[in-house]
């Protein structure tokens, strides 16, 4: 909430990037991690090129936002993708590149809420290991990985995992949301409920947990002027199954 990551500057990065009015701005956002970067980046690379392909999206600008650990890597990834693309570092440009995207492609993590906030929808996807994800089919109790999507409890984002983390599931549901306004608005609509629970436009979030402590060791009460934290969603737990096990018909997908 106190980030700033919804108050960047869209037409500011469109100009520096040569972006028209016309061009489409797809956030790519592989992770922060090297083993993330290494099994995400070659997806959506390919992913891209089905959307380039598409007459329908017309221009497209790749925006990459990426942390310095990773940077080199993420700059030797994308030399070659099929379409512009602009890596960027740092808040302000990460928040820049939001404002001006039209949608996102994002590794699953805490930049789900970044993008909440920020209001650009977005498809979730994620690949680890094989052995990985066969041990984590067996522990996850979770429908959900998307921090969006666990706090409705219902698929608000899309979520292509493991087997589904593929170039012709990614390419249509990125197509879905730059073209269909009515997804985008419902998406997004889903997103404000998000920024309100996390307590957007309420008083600012460290001030509240300050009160909190403050009250909690005597040193003064809570403060008649500050906003009540907002009820949290009325959810039931989910309910405790495993994920399944990857369709026969996905069996030969690349790893």
């Known amino acids: 909430i106190e980030s700033g990551i919804a108050d960047g500057d869209g037409a500011r990065f469109r100009a520096a990037h040569g972006a028209g009015p016309d061009t489409r701005v797809l956030a790519v956002l592989p992770g922060s991690r ?24 017309g221009p497209l600008l790749a925006a990459v936002p990426t942390v310095p650990h990773v940077a080199d890597r993420v700059r030797s990834a994308v030399v070659n993708w ?16 939001f404002a001006a995207a039209d949608a996102a492609l994002a590794a699953s993590g805490t930049v789900a809420l970044e993008l909440a906030l920020a209001r650009v929808p977005a498809v979730i996807a994620y690949r680890v290991h094989p052995l990985t994800a066969r041990l984590a089919r ?40 730059l073209l269909d306004d009515t ?4 998406q997004c609509a889903a997103y404000g409920a998000v920024a309100a629970w996390l307590g957007e436009g309420a008083t600012a979030p460290s001030a509240r947990a300050a009160a909190v402590v403050l009250a909690a060791a005597g040193a003064r009460p809570w403060p008649p002027d500050a906003d009540p934290p907002p009820s949290p969603p009325d959810l039931l737990p989910p309910p405790a199954v495993a994920l399944p096990e990857p369709a026969a018909a996905t069996s030969s997908a690349p790893t």
Do not use: S
Not at 82 to 97: H, I, R, S
Not at 183 to 186: D, M
């Open 183 to 186: 997804v985008r608005a419902a």
């Open 138 to 177: 067996r522990l996850i109790r979770v429908r959900f990985a998307n921090l969006v999507n666990l706090m409705h409890d219902r698929a608000v984002v899309p979520e292509l995992l493991q087997e589904a983390c593929r170039p012709d599931t990614l390419a249509p549901a990125l197509t879905c949301l």
């Open 82 to 97: 099929p379409v512009p693309t602009v890596v960027v570092e740092g808040e302000a440009a990460k928040a820049d590149a």
């Open 34 to 57: 090297g083993g993330e970067v290494r099994r995400l980046l070659p997806v959506f690379g390919r992913t891209l090129g089905l959307l380039a392909a598409d007459p329908a999206i």
